[in-house]
Structures are given as structure tokens and as C-alpha cells.
């Protein structure tokens, strides 16, 4: 039986066409790869109010571990966000605002729905709750890092945005692993062009200087500090998978990743990439929790050296 798809889109006319013609092609080819028998229908909504599209799918339902998840999406801060839950249509949300779709990208449009539906797949496998599990179990280790106080940090915030950096982290694993099975079901070059497009102009729009997060941080404000931290692993993020199946175009994502940075968090981050350079499948629990204490650790190393700078 093929695989339905349930469109809502924010765009008419020929944009619609042409939007459409991109799912299809790809629910083809994903037809011809895998036969997915719980699947009959999967709902896709391409909106430009994630908040509304989200108090209507997803609010009553979500679990506490894809909060992480949910709050890029609804913050705009993510391009797309997937849910599924047994017994319910499969959903894909797509930002109507991104520039794929403005543009009418079609490789990229293709690219970014094929990673969608990976995280759907891994879903009904099994993968992503797995990943949740490991990430619960290495909440403890919040705790451990809690144990003394840095000031003018307070624990009430330093335990707010260690929550905050293991959901990005678990976040950054899943899509890891969603891109790693695009790229084996032949999606590399629409995976790529959706990644060009996100980070064409990140060199020029995203910057974070000593001066900045050291300024914010006086005035109470840990987001900037969360921000360089979970921005510089995301960006990164996207050449990871290329450059594990060897494939060159890695080296042109990473160049474009390379964002004005303080080099403690880069020198923080870089021990991270390298561990989940090392990431070959969910079963593997021991590196998946190396991973998700590491970022812990290191994001606690780079709270300790701006304690020291802002007293």
C-alpha cells in the first residue's frame, strides 16, 4: 500500500505545486527503499505559525523529553519538527518562513523532508526512545555537577540550562542518526542542499564575542552562554554524518559552520564532535551516554571560566 501523505501548506497555486511535487517525489523514493506497514498516512504541515500548529498536534501529548525539541521549533529557532505516537498520525511540521521554501528550493525542500521522515522512521523502531532513555538516566549527572556552587551562578539556573544543553544534545545524536539513514536511502545531495542554504549566511548573521556573553552574564542572562555553546554544536552538526560516510561535501559545510566564536567554547565543543564522529548505531548505549556527560562536563567547563571573568 503507498504511503499517503496529508498536506496543509500555507502556500497556493503554483508555489503549492511545485512543494508538492518535492514530497512526492521523495515518499517515492522512500517506497522503493522500505515498506512501512504501521504508516498509511503522514500528516505534513508547512506553517508560519509554529505555535499554533503546535498547541493543535503536539502540546496535550508531548513528553517531557522532546521539550527540548519543541522549544526550538516553536521559537523558530529549528526549520522542522516531527512527532508520532502510537496510535496517532505521524506529523511533520515544516517553517513556511524558511528560505527553501521562499525560494522554492527543490533539492533542498526534498532534503530537509527526507530527514524528517528518518526521525519518523527511527521513531517506529524504536531508536529515538532509546535515545530518550539514555538521555533521562544521564540527568543524574546534573546533579553531580550541582553539587557546589559557582558563583554568581545560582543553582536554580546552572540547573536550567544543563537541562537546556542535554536535550540539544540529544537532539543533535537523533539527527545524527536521521541523517546518516537519509544518506543510505540515496538522499546525500538533497541533504546537502538543504544544509547549504541554512548555513549560507551564518558567518555574517551569528557572532558571539568575550564582550557579549561576558555582558550578559552580568546583567543575570545565561542564554547568551547557552546559545554559543548549543549554536556552535548544531551548526557542526551538519557535516558530521557526510563526513562519516566519507563523502567530500563535508568539507564545504564545515567551512561554512566556522562561526565568530570565543575559542573556550570551541576548544570545549571540538572533544564532543569527536565522539559523535564515533557514533555507529543506538544500541551503542555506552557512547551515547560518553556523549550526552561529555556535553554536561563541558558546557560545566565553560560556565567555570566565565565565573572566573565576570566576579
Given at each position: 500500500m503507498k504511503l499517503k501523505l496529508e498536506k496543509h501548506m500555507y502556500f497556493k497555486g503554483k508555489e503549492a505545486r511545485i512543494i508538492s511535487r518535492a514530497l512526492n517525489d521523495v515518499i517515492k523514493e522512500f517506497g522503493r527503499r522500505t515498506r512501512v506497514k504501521k504508516f498509511k498516512k503522514i500528516r505534513i504541515y508547512i506553517t508560519k505559525n509554529p505555535v499554533q500548529v503546535c498547541k493543535k498536534i503536539v502540546m496535550p501529548k508531548v513528553?517531557?523529553?522532546?521539550?527540548?525539541?519543541?522549544?526550538?521549533?516553536?521559537?523558530e529557532n529549528a526549520s522542522s519538527f516531527s512527532y508520532w505516537d502510537k496510535g496517532l498520525t505521524p506529523t511533520i511540521m515544516m517553517d513556511a518562513n524558511e528560505r527553501i521554501f521562499q525560494e522554492l528550493n527543490y533539492p533542498a525542500i526534498q532534503g530537509l523532508f527526507a530527514h524528517e521522515l528518518m526521525h519518523l522512521l527511527n521513531?517506529?523502531?524504536?531508536?529515538?526512545?532509546?535515545?530518550?532513555?539514555?538521555a533521562e538516566r544521564a540527568a543524574t549527572n546534573m546533579f553531580r555537577l550541582l553539587e557546589k556552587e559557582i558563583k554568581p551562578f545560582t543553582i536554580d539556573k546552572l540547573l536550567s540550562s544543563l537541562i537546556r544543553i542535554t536535550t540539544s544534545s540529544l537532539l543533535f545524536i537523533k539527527d545524527i542518526f536521521a541523517n546518516t539513514r537519509a544518506m543510505s536511502f540515496g538522499f546525500d545531495d538533497e541533504l546537502y542542499a538543504n544544509y547549504k542554504?541554512?548555513?549560507?549566511?551564518?558567518?555574517?548573521?551569528i557572532k558571539f564575542t568575550d564582550g557579549y556573553i561576558i555582558k550578559t552574564l552580568k546583567n543575570g542572562r545565561m542564554h547568551a552562554l547557552d546559545d554559543a555553546f548549543t549554536v556552535y554544536?548544531?551548526?557542526?552538526?551538519?557535516?558530521?554524518?557526510?563526513?562519516?560516510?566519507?563523502?567530500?561535501?563535508?568539507?564545504?559545510?564545515?567551512?561554512?559552520?566556522?562561526?565568530?566564536?570565543?575559542?573556550?567554547?570551541?576548544?570545549?565543543?571540538?572533544?564532543?564532535?569527536?565522539?559523535?564522529?564515533?557514533?555507529?548505531?543506538?544500541?551503542?548505549?555506552?557512547?551515547?551516554?560518553?556523549?550526552?556527560?561529555?556535553t554536561q562536563q563541558n558546557y560545566f567547563n565553560v560556565v567555570k571560566h566565565y565565573s572566573k571573568k565576570i566576579k
Open positions: 513528553k517531557l523529553s522532546r521539550h527540548g525539541e519543541m522549544r526550538e521549533w516553536i521559537c521513531k517506529l523502531d524504536g531508536i529515538e526512545d532509546e535515545l530518550e532513555y539514555e542554504v541554512t548555513l549560507s549566511d551564518v558567518k555574517k548573521e554544536l548544531g551548526l557542526n552538526i551538519s557535516w558530521v554524518a557526510f563526513k562519516m560516510f566519507h563523502n567530500k561535501m563535508y568539507y564545504y559545510l564545515q567551512d561554512m559552520a566556522r562561526i565568530k566564536l570565543p575559542n573556550v567554547i570551541k576548544k570545549q565543543c571540538k572533544p564532543i564532535i569527536k565522539e559523535m564522529l564515533k557514533l555507529r548505531s543506538a544500541s551503542d548505549k555506552k557512547q551515547i551516554a560518553k556523549i550526552l556527560r561529555l
